[in-house]
């Protein structure tokens, strides 16, 4: 794992967009292997665009199924993994990461070798070594990660439109050749994403900065005000920034904590360097430098300004 002293100021270059004009395949089947809210939305956006015919949903809880089948988001709910993907042409993991290798395995006796088969894990690195083990689906599986989200969780957060203007990044396997690869383009393009292409351990370090530990200091910090005595009275009076800085803290516990662990190194070198930088806003009030203050401020205000000028403000939304 890299050190604080000799991680570079910039990290990675912006990747760009690789999208390209025009309608995203047609497929018979679509199995979702985990209706919650982007398996849902992916559904309901397949749907809608015509993309698909069919939808064949699992979750381990049958009533997330029925739930999602009540919406019209799926048109059958299957007992298995196994059984979902039966005729699939298109396959889905909306699981958590930490199920990828295990219905990987479970699928990989029926799926047909024809099925474009993709995830949608907050991490990367994880998701690779998953598909390692599984060598007989490396030519059909691509990782991706959608950045769409909400703080609500379950089938009925769901929308259709959850992915319309919103970035996509695949992480290819070396087994994966140019086809398989544009055909998974072809699928987010069709429900209104954006496609970029980066490499596993790239897009681990990247969002270890931008996402997972913006959501380690928001639990961190609600955790901090709730066990204060004052903390209810506190959050009597709270308003805009307050609400800005911790929504992200009413993210899914359970997902977060395997999306934190999973990406545990990069997450820890993060926080390192966020320690470091907070340490010097903390000695400069120690020392009272109302100068030194002001500079760090300058600082973090210049690179917030910079990045809103060249990116807007992207979608209130849980940047997963």
Same mark, same amino acid.
């Given at each position: 794992?890299?050190?604080p002293?000799?991680?570079?100021?910039?990290?990675?270059?912006?990747?760009?967009?690789?999208?390209r004009?025009?309608?995203?395949?047609?497929?018979?089947?679509?199995?979702?292997?985990?209706?919650?809210?982007?398996?849902?939305?992916?559904?309901?956006?397949?749907?809608?665009?015509?993309?698909?015919?069919?939808?064949v949903?699992?979750?381990?809880?049958?009533?997330t199924?029925?739930?999602?089948?009540?919406m019209?988001?799926?048109?059958?709910?299957?007992d298995?993994?196994?059984?979902?993907?039966?005729?699939a042409?298109?396959?889905?993991?909306?699981?958590?990461?930490?199920?990828?290798?295990?219905l990987?395995?479970?699928?990989?006796?029926?799926?047909?070798?024809?099925?474009?088969?993709?995830?949608?894990?907050?991490?990367?690195r994880?998701v690779?070594?998953?598909?390692?083990s599984?060598?007989?689906?490396?030519?059909?599986?691509?990782?991706?990660?959608p950045?769409a989200?909400?703080?609500?969780?379950?089938?009925?957060?769901?929308?259709p439109?959850?992915?319309?203007?919103?970035?996509?990044?695949?992480?290819p396997?070396?087994?994966?050749d140019?086809?398989?690869i544009?055909?998974a383009?072809?699928? #987010?393009?069709?429900?209104?994403?954006e496609?970029?292409?980066?490499?596993?351990?790239?897009?681990?370090a990247?969002?270890?900065?931008?996402s997972?530990?913006?959501?380690?200091?928001a639990?961190?910090?609600m955790?901090?005000?709730?066990?204060?005595?004052?903390?209810?009275r506190?959050?009597?009076?709270?308003g805009?920034?307050?609400?800005d800085?911790?929504?992200?803290a009413?993210?899914?516990?359970?997902? #977060?904590?395997?999306?934190l662990?999973?990406?545990?190194d990069e997450?820890l070198l993060?926080?390192?360097?966020?320690?470091?930088?907070?340490?010097s806003?903390?000695?400069?009030?120690?020392?009272?430098?109302?100068?030194?203050?002001t500079?760090?401020?300058?600082?973090?205000?210049?690179?917030?300004?910079a #990045?809103?000028?060249?990116?807007?403000?992207?979608?209130?939304?849980?940047?997963?």
């Open positions: 794992m890299n050190t002293k000799d991680y570079p100021t910039t990290v990675f270059a912006p990747t760009q967009p690789i999208s004009p025009g309608q995203g395949p047609r497929f018979g089947q679509l199995a979702v292997l985990g209706c919650g809210l982007i398996g849902t939305s992916f559904a309901l956006a397949a749907k809608q665009m015509g993309l698909v015919r069919q939808v949903g699992y979750s381990r809880s049958p009533s199924v029925e739930r999602a089948r009540a019209g988001a799926i048109d059958a709910a299957a298995s993994a196994l059984q979902a993907v039966s005729g042409d298109l396959v889905l993991l909306a699981a958590p990461v930490s199920a990828t290798e295990a990987l395995k479970s699928i990989a006796s029926l799926v047909s070798p024809r099925a474009l088969i993709m995830d949608v894990g907050s991490t990367k994880d690779v070594r998953a598909a390692a599984v060598p007989t689906l490396g030519k059909q599986f691509v990782p991706a990660h950045i989200g909400k703080e609500q969780s379950g089938p009925e957060a769901a929308e439109t959850l992915f319309v203007g919103r970035r996509v990044v695949l992480c396997l070396d087994t994966n140019m086809s398989t544009d055909r383009m072809s699928v #987010w393009e069709a429900v209104g994403a496609v970029h292409e980066m490499s596993a351990a790239d897009h681990d990247c969002f270890a900065a931008v997972h530990l913006p959501h380690l200091l639990y961190a910090y955790n901090a005000l709730a066990r204060q005595p004052q903390g209810p506190a959050l009597e009076l709270a805009s920034g307050f609400a800085f911790s929504r992200i009413a993210s899914s516990p359970e997902m #977060w904590r395997d999306i662990t999973a990406n545990r997450l993060q926080l390192q360097l966020f320690k470091q930088n907070l340490g806003i903390e000695s400069a009030l120690q020392a009272g430098d109302a100068a030194g203050l500079a760090l401020l300058e600082r973090a205000s210049a690179a917030r300004r #990045w809103s000028g060249a990116h807007g403000t992207p979608p209130a939304a849980s940047d997963e």
